[in-house]
């Protein structure tokens, strides 16, 4: 199954990597009684591999309900920081811990302490996509899948912040009828895509249906036949009888849409410039090799203040609730 990948892969700066990488690692998640999670953005070796496959929702439902002594988390740090919330004693490894996330890092904790001080009646709904800190100061955190339906739980007087992504919030906004006020956060990856192209893609493709992530731009958005998270995205693609689909989000989904639909196209959404910056470069930053050496070596492990950690837990929980 990887043997073009092997081909490519030898000698990394840890030492020399086994023949079969993907016996090695089997061999370890037996040894470390390890369960390996993966987001639908990582590479297609990663996908193959992991355990499970999901979106954010249901990553952190996977984490909460394994029984691993050993997460090895194939994503961004929020995403395997999630896992530790939920899981204080066990071990949680991030193959490269440098893969952050730009929309995590759009909201520092000291400027959204004082933004949220100067909305002292409202309550904080907090994107998944933000770090341990920003959920330790959020009431309630949500994800793609389950934003609208979390705020339309909320009472319709409750005034109400919406954390970091302005994109999704406005998205939410539009679904529930409510007035967020939101925090100014965006995601690199998907404020790239080009309405132009897309516009000029679909009138050379009539028959494809345009389907996009609500961290898309509204302009974006208003050509899609249908929005969701990662998952949702993969379901229709599934279902819908069209053949052809125009996909605004990052690509490395359509490793999944081909393996579940194969006889579909997939054409990845262009960004604004000839270049590859429609992929997640934080999410590419693990490697099938980086996943292995983090397994051998168990690092790098993510830890976080326990008094954080709690505070981020609560949050999770309640979304955790309203999301059954
Ligand atoms: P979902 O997989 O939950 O839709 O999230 C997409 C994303 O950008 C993750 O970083
Ligand atoms: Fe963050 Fe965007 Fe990458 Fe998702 S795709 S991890 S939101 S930078």
Redo the contacts with the bound molecule.
Sequence with gaps: MFTTALAQRGKTEQGDLPLDLFWSIETLKKELNAVILAHY?QEPDIQDIADFIGDSLQLAKAAANTNADVIVFAG?HFMAETAKILNPDKMVLLPDLNAG????DSCPPEAFAAFKAAHPDHLVVSYI?CSADIKAMSDIICTSSNAVKIVEQIPKDQPIIFAPDKNLGRYVMEKTGRDLVLWEGS????ETFSEKKIVQLKMAHPQAEAIAHP?CETSVLRHASFIGSTAALLKYCEESPSQEFIVAT?PGIIHQMQKRAPHKRFIPAPPLNNCACNE????RLNTLEKLYWAMKNRTPEITMPEEIRLAALRPMQRMLEMSV
Excluded: I, K, Q, R
């Design positions: 953005y961004v996330c730009s929309l995590a996509n995601c690199v990856v998907h961290e990052e997640c470069p934080f999410m």
